[in-house]
């Protein structure tokens, strides 16, 4: 950040200082999600980047009179230290010793008295009364509808506006009626009159729906309460279609206005209990439920949706596991060029970056990028989610590391996958952490597991390599990826805390472990896998993974000699299925590198 940048920052924490004296509030908290919890969101929401300067997707921070703290996770460290440097601002880094959670630091220092505020839109329901317990026990009180970025945010970006589409029945393998039937079989065995719902992926599944409101994400800013009898969906008008209006139509889905979805859910005539998922809800809507329907009434639970939507039906898997072998050939045809072209012409990170994006919209059915492309050449690569610019990105020299964090958005599937590249000579410990990672990945990769495993036990699966060695990494190993919809799905996820919901058949998953060696290199190895159904004995039932990745390893990276006989098992059959999908797609040159890049190793 510049220094002209930084001393935006400082005016703005004191134009926000000046509103919470106004409001009579000594401590504000803001999270960088939006009003429907997202992960990521348009540049309207980006409340703590305004204020901070730090552009990392999970942010929480903390604002007081004395002083400006801001908590991320492991994926930021690096990135949001530089970002901060030089502002008010102090990093707290998620879970590492001595880094008090933001709930610990506001027991500690908030003050009988003392007033909490946050934006209630923008804080979930189990976010908000946690804080709200929090701040009672220490004698203090809770403002939830302080949202001072309305009022000195005067450049505020324009609240995104899209025209939205409908996915046709072929596309998604399941009509809307037989998916909200499904959802309301689930409230009757809760005993739930309503859902109402602001989980922007989850409506558009329910929907089958799509749009085009925060980069990268094909959702529309909507909410929707689904009745046993009714469907209400709030949305822009500016985004209705003349088909969409014909679909609603013709499926009997009212629509309303989205600017007055609050206004209307606090007079909301409810005839029974209501159903809402606290950790996809906001605060501010809980509120606004409880006084229309009475606290007493509602009904606390993850949407049924959520389950629903991330076990993939059969159109959806077949779709998707030709949308991996396409995304697949693309990024092998990259690879070859990078490999073939470094040293030769003058590649930097985000030409690099370019050239594979333009490979990707050439796939038929592309519709966009499913996150921007992380290309990262060596220590810049150990920043999780480094974002390279213009200004700043590294060219690209015949040594060392490219990572390349891609994917796309096509009409037949959702992709992302992460390859470790190698551009020239390396040192012995690059190739030891290389090899460490990439033994990492298969053992998850070729895992076998009894049904009823979930995502805690399968990360043991590829952190063992990292722990003999005393080493780990400072992210999940795996996350749910959308069917045409948001890359980070849930519920399922692999990690080694936190991670309880059982795999079942159809999930489609991340398998991405990593090191990063800060001012040094980063690596990581991400492949997409699909969860299917294994062997049935007269010990249970169990489940693996099929690849959906089809690319390579890179071997100039791996040292056999400190693989076990079973990991190099692994990486010769991975390669050899590699070789037998990708290899009708490439000819010449192409062809030869792929039959190279996919030889067989021996110990």
């Not at 000594?26 to 939006?34: E, I, Q």
């Not at 502002?87 to 880094?93: A, D, H, I, S």
């Not at 059969?314 to 092998?332: G, P």
């Given at each position: 950040m510049s220094s002209e940048n930084k001393s935006y920052i400082k005016d703005r924490l004191t134009a926000l200082r000046?509103?919470?004296?106004?409001?009579?509030?000594?401590?504000?908290?803001?999270?960088?999600?939006?009003?429907?919890?997202?992960?990521?969101?348009?540049?309207?929401?980006?409340?703590?980047?305004?204020?901070?300067?730090?552009?990392?997707?999970?942010?929480?921070?903390?604002?007081?009179?004395?002083?400006?703290?801001?908590?991320?996770?492991?994926?930021?460290?690096?990135?949001?230290?530089?970002?901060?440097?030089?502002?008010?601002?102090?990093?707290?880094?998620?879970?590492?010793?001595?880094?008090?959670?933001?709930?610990?630091?506001?027991?500690?220092?908030?003050?009988?008295?003392?007033?909490?505020?946050?934006?209630?839109?923008?804080?979930?329901?189990?976010?908000?009364?946690?804080?709200?317990?929090?701040?009672?026990?220490?004698?203090?009180?809770?403002?939830?509808?302080f949202a001072p970025a309305d009022e000195i945010w005067t450049d505020r970006p324009a609240m995104p506006s899209h025209s939205v589409y409908i996915l046709p029945v072929e596309t998604v393998g399941e009509d809307m009626e037989s998916k909200v039937d499904r959802v309301r079989d689930v409230l009757k065995t809760r005993g739930c009159q309503a859902l109402v719902m602001a989980k922007l992926d989850d409506i558009m599944w329910l929907l089958n729906m799509r749009g085009d409101d925060v980069h990268c994400n094909p959702v529309a800013l909507s909410y929707l309460i689904l009745g046993q009898d009714t469907i209400d969906l709030f949305i822009q008008e500016s985004e209705i279609t003349e088909d969409f209006r014909a679909y609603a139509i013709q499926h009997e889905i009212a629509l309303h206005p989205y600017e007055k979805f609050f206004q209307e859910l606090s007079d909301w005539k409810f005839e029974g209990k209501v159903f809402l998922d606290p950790d996809a809800s906001s605060f501010a809507l809980k509120e606004a439920c409880a006084k229309?329907?009475?606290?007493?009434?509602?009904?606390?639970?993850?949407?049924?949706?959520?389950?629903?939507?991330?076990?993939?039906?059969?159109?959806?898997?077949?779709?998707?596991?030709?949308?991996?072998?396409?995304?697949?050939?693309?990024?092998?045809?990259?690879?070859?060029?990078?490999?073939?072209?470094?040293?030769?012409?003058?590649?930097?990170?985000?030409?690099a970056a370019d050239h594979l994006d333009h490979l990707r919209s050439e796939i038929p059915g592309y519709i966009e990028l499913s996150f921007d492309t992380i290309s990262a050449y060596n220590a810049n690569a150990a920043m999780a989610h480094y974002a390279p610019t213009e200004e700043s990105c590294a060219e690209l020299k015949p040594e060392g590391f490219l990572l390349v964090d891609s994917g796309g958005t096509y009409m037949n599937g959702t992709t992302d996958v992460t390859r470790t590249i190698v551009l020239g000579k390396l040192s012995r410990q690059m190739i030891e952490d290389y090899t460490t990672v990439a033994v990492s990945n298969l053992r998850l990769l070729y895992a076998r597991f009894p049904y009823g495993a979930n995502g805690i036990a399968l990360d043991t699966y590829a952190r063992a390599p990292f722990w003999d060695k005393r080493q780990n990494f400072n992210h999940g190993t795996g996350h749910g990826v959308g069917y045409i919809l948001n890359v980070h799905e849930g519920p399922q996820s692999i990690r080694w805390r936190n991670a309880n919901v059982v795999f079942e058949p159809g999930m489609i998953t991340s398998d991405e472990p990593g090191i990063y060696i800060e001012n040094a290199y980063g690596i990581r190895i991400e492949s997409i896998v699909e969860c299917v159904e294994d062997e049935t004995n007269e010990f249970g039932r169990f489940l693996r993974f099929d690849p959906l990745t089809y690319a390579p390893i890179d071997l100039e990276a791996i040292d056999p000699s400190l693989m076990e006989k079973s990991d190099i098992e692994k990486l010769n059959d991975y390669h050899k299925k590699v070789w037998e999908k990708v290899s009708p797609y490439l000819e010449g040159d192409e062809l030869e590198w792929l039959r190279k890049a996919t030889r067989a190793v021996e110990a």
């Open positions: 000046q509103v919470m004296a106004k409001a009579g509030v000594d401590y504000f908290l803001a999270t960088s999600s939006d009003y429907h919890a997202s992960e990521y969101v348009s540049d309207f929401f980006k409340v703590t980047e305004y204020l901070s300067g730090c552009t990392s997707d999970n942010v929480h921070l903390l604002v007081s009179k004395e002083g400006a703290w801001l908590w991320t996770d492991g994926r930021f460290f690096i990135s949001a230290a530089g970002e901060l440097a030089g502002t008010e601002w102090q990093l707290m880094k998620m879970g590492e010793p001595g880094v008090p959670t933001i709930e610990k630091f506001l027991t500690d220092h908030l003050k009988s008295g003392q007033t909490l505020g946050f934006d209630g839109r923008a804080v979930t329901v189990t976010e908000g009364e946690s804080y709200k317990k929090l701040a009672e026990s220490c004698g203090a009180k809770v403002n939830g509808s229309a329907a009475g606290a007493e009434n509602l009904v606390n639970g993850a949407n049924p949706t959520t389950a629903m939507k991330a076990v993939k039906n059969e159109v959806e898997l077949k779709n998707s596991r030709k949308c991996y072998l396409d995304d697949s050939v693309a990024l092998c045809k990259f690879m070859y060029w990078l490999q073939k072209e470094i040293g030769k012409q003058k590649i930097t990170e985000i030409s």
